[in-house]
Structure formats: structure tokens, C-alpha cells
């Protein structure tokens, strides 16, 4: 049974650091890109940063360059997202996920659909 578990979520003041970790036991997704995603009351779950399957290739939306920074361990089959200068806005649950299928390049998903295997989500919340 393949899971993916996220921890590290937690309360923190504006302007704080967290260091999100995502195991994944069931199988390697060594070959696979990993990402992870965050969803807030109300809102649809959106992007924040996926690796490639090298962990070469990295890809952080717009809102996080600068402050978030994701990377991955094959050999832990673990990938980390650390997360700085948070703000209230960054509220949310956040998801780690593995895309659907193997690439053979390093090319990392953007896209919700392009993920098929995701942890239950870890809370992260900001205060001002």
C-alpha cells in the first residue's frame, strides 16, 4: 500500500521558518517527480513546488520564490519542503504528492491531474 506522510506543519508567527518532510513507504518513487501543493478554506488546492525525479530540476510558483524551497533525499524516499518568511496568507494545508507516471527527463508537473498518489496533509498556520 503506498502512503505518503506529511509532518513538520505547525502555528508560527509571521516572518517565521517550518521544514515540511514527506515519507513515502509503499514503493521507491525514486523515478518519479514529487511535489507539493497547499490548500486553503474555501480556495481550490494550488501549486507551490515540485523536483524532478534527479532532484536537478525544481519549479516554485511565484508566490513562494525566495521564501520556499523544495528538495528530495531518493535514498530516504523523503522529499522537504522548507518554507521562510512565512506569511498569514501562506495559511493553509499542505499536501505532498507523487506524479502519476515515470518520466524519463527530469521534467516536473505542474498540474493537480498530473499527480495521482498524495499524503493527508499537514497544517500550517500563520500569525500576524
Known amino acids: 500500500q503506498v502512503q505518503l506522510v506529511e509532518s513538520g506543519g505547525g502555528l508560527v508567527q509571521a516572518g517565521g521558518s517550518l521544514r515540511l518532510s514527506c515519507a513515502a513507504s509503499?514503493?521507491?518513487?525514486?523515478?518519479?517527480?514529487l511535489a507539493w501543493f497547499r490548500q486553503a478554506p474555501g480556495k481550490e488546492r494550488e501549486f507551490v513546488a515540485a523536483?524532478?525525479?534527479?532532484?536537478?530540476?525544481?519549479h516554485h510558483a511565484d508566490f513562494v520564490k525566495g521564501r520556499f524551497t523544495i528538495s528530495r533525499d531518493s535514498g530516504k524516499n523523503t522529499v522537504l519542503l522548507q518554507v521562510n518568511s512565512l506569511k498569514p496568507a501562506d495559511t493553509a494545508v499542505y499536501y505532498c504528492?507523487?506524479?502519476?507516471?515515470?518520466?524519463?527527463?527530469?521534467?516536473?508537473?505542474?498540474?493537480?491531474?498530473?499527480?495521482?498518489?498524495w499524503g493527508q496533509g499537514t497544517q500550517v498556520t500563520v500569525s500576524s
Open positions: 504528492a507523487a506524479a502519476s507516471r515515470s518520466y524519463l527527463s527530469d521534467y516536473v508537473p505542474l498540474a493537480v491531474h498530473e499527480y495521482a498518489y
Open positions: 509503499g514503493r521507491t518513487f525514486s523515478s518519479y517527480a
Open positions: 523536483v524532478g525525479r534527479n532532484g536537478g530540476n525544481t
